[in-house]
């Protein structure tokens, strides 16, 4: 996937309530899927108190972006009513690589299903709201490994392009650096010329 897509700024939490009912919805980006099910466990282990947190997520699946990856549950909510709402927010805001959990603490007074949708829209919605939306490039995440004699040239290099990286000073030295995929090619064959092919990329 070339080009940019929507996901969200920063995680953000909002809430309200229902007729007793107290619903918080949890929003924040995820790059893989992996991190989507990190948050979700997270927010389920934070608020195991609840009634129900039903998570849901849209997640590039690939590198190249080509397989898009939708998940939600209504965990324990009446079919349709909770996960599926959820999900169809971000399908609307046509919102990437982010995920949601909308928590919920029971106040005593069904909804009925009609309710829930709405109950559960809104929470992504408030939460959408307040994390905002941003136009972002793909990402991938280069791993490199160098000697300390290298070390200088490529952290000089990657903070010439303002990429976030880690380093870390061991045995070597290692970069781990979120480049743009459609500057990936180009910024691993500065860092093997500047090194001359020493550095190790993967």
Request: overall charge negative; charged content about 30%; hydrophobic content about 35%.
């Amino acid at each position: 996937m070339t080009g940019t897509y929507r996901t969200l700024a920063e995680p953000a939490t909002a809430e309200f309530v229902v007729q007793g009912s107290e619903f918080l919805g949890h929003a924040r980006p995820a790059e893989s899927v992996d991190a989507a099910e990190e948050f979700i466990e997270t927010v389920e282990r934070e608020y195991d108190d609840a009634t129900h947190n039903v998570p849901a997520y849209r997640v590039r699946a690939d590198a190249e972006g080509n397989f898009l990856r939708e998940y939600s549950s209504d965990d324990g909510e009446p079919s349709g009513s909770a996960g599926k709402p959820a999900l169809n927010v971000l399908a609307q805001e046509e919102l990437e690589n982010c995920a949601v959990v909308v928590t919920r603490y029971y106040g005593g007074t069904n909804l009925g299903v009609g309710g829930l949708v709405r109950a559960y829209s809104k929470a992504v919605k408030d939460a959408v709201e307040e994390a905002g939306v941003i136009e972002e490039r793909p990402h991938e995440r280069v791993a490199i490994t160098v000697e300390y004699d290298d070390s200088g040239t490529v952290r000089g290099i990657i903070e010439s392009e303002s990429y976030e990286f880690d380093a870390s000073y061991e045995t070597d030295v290692s970069f781990g650096v979120r480049v743009p995929v459609a500057e990936s090619e180009a910024f691993k064959d500065r860092l093997r010329s500047a090194t001359s092919g020493r550095a190790d990329l993967e």
